[in-house]
């Protein structure tokens, strides 16, 4: 059974259709790219999911886990394990990689915030994602390929089953966005279920096991990648909607 469905999600904003009647399917254990030009709907795509666009907002059905779930805010979308990391990252500048890890989640200990245990934990969560700063760093002096790295550490810091990525290598070099790549198919063999939203074909090609392209707020098509083969150019013709040397 898949992980997570989405079925017939409609959403409009004022004066645009979003999403009209898309469609998503997630098997477990599986990186799924969502891929389609920029204004296609990926990202309103997710904040429906994860209950930044609560019921009433969009129509649809939403079935998690096997059953059919409506979250009315991203508190309650984080306890069904689903944790999105938004392409603004949401981080404190001017506080610690410990801080920012734990905000508003802190480990605690006869009701006071245990930092012996959150600079522990925090190392770990740093070594499961390749960061080796000192914990105590301010996110503003780390760059950010390494902001990046935080914001999954304290995806981690959750009891996370399925990690959405909004364009997490937008703003990284290759070095930075390679290592991502490489930790996204670490979790993989893991069992954590990703969603990567991208329109960068090569990274695309190198880690997704399906891809979902959304073109105009419409589901143009779910590539098998074992079965069917990612295909550049079918990609590129399900996003722009046409053979893009005919442009
Ligand atoms: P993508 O992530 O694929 O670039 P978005 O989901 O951000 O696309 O946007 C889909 C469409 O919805 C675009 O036309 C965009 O302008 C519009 N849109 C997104 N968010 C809002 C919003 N908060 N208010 C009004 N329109 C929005
Ligand atoms: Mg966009
Ligand atoms: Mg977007």
């Known amino acids: 059974a898949p992980l997570l469905e989405m079925r017939s999600i409609t959403k409009d904003f004022p004066g645009v259709k979003a999403l009209a009647d898309v469609n998503l399917v997630v098997r477990p254990g599986e990186i799924h790219a969502i891929c389609g030009e920029n204004g296609a709907g990926k990202s309103?795509?997710?904040?429906?999911?994860?209950?930044?666009?609560?019921?009433?907002?969009?129509?649809?059905?939403?079935?998690?886990?096997?059953?059919?779930?409506?979250?009315?805010?991203?508190?309650?979308?984080?306890?069904a394990g689903i944790v999105i990391i938004h392409q603004e990252l949401a981080l404190v500048p001017g506080m610690s990689i410990t801080e920012n890890i734990f905000l508003g989640n802190e480990p605690r200990r006869l009701g006071r915030i245990d930092w012996t245990a959150a600079n522990r934990k925090a190392l770990e969560l740093m070594s499961m994602v390749g960061l080796k700063d000192d914990p105590d760093t301010l996110v503003k002096d780390i760059g950010v390929g390494k902001q990046q790295l935080v914001e999954i550490a304290k995806a981690f810091a959750k009891d996370v089953k399925l990690l959405i990525l909004d364009e997490p290598t937008a703003a990284l070099n290759e070095n930075d966005s390679r290592h991502l790549l490489d930790l996204l198919k670490g979790f993989k063999q893991r069992g954590i279920t990703s969603i990567m939203i991208s329109h960068k074909l090569n990274e695309i090609e190198a880690i997704a096991d399906s891809i979902t392209i959304l073109r105009d707020g419409h589901t143009i098509e779910t590539i098998d990648v074992a079965s069917d083969g990612a295909n550049e150019d079918r990609i590129v013709r399900g996003m722009v909607g046409r053979e893009l040397n005919s442009r």
């Open 44 to 79: 309103t795509l997710m904040k429906v999911l994860s209950g930044v666009y609560p019921y009433g907002t969009y129509t649809g059905s939403i079935i998690y886990q096997g059953s059919q779930t409506r979250f009315s805010d991203i508190r309650s979308s984080e306890r």
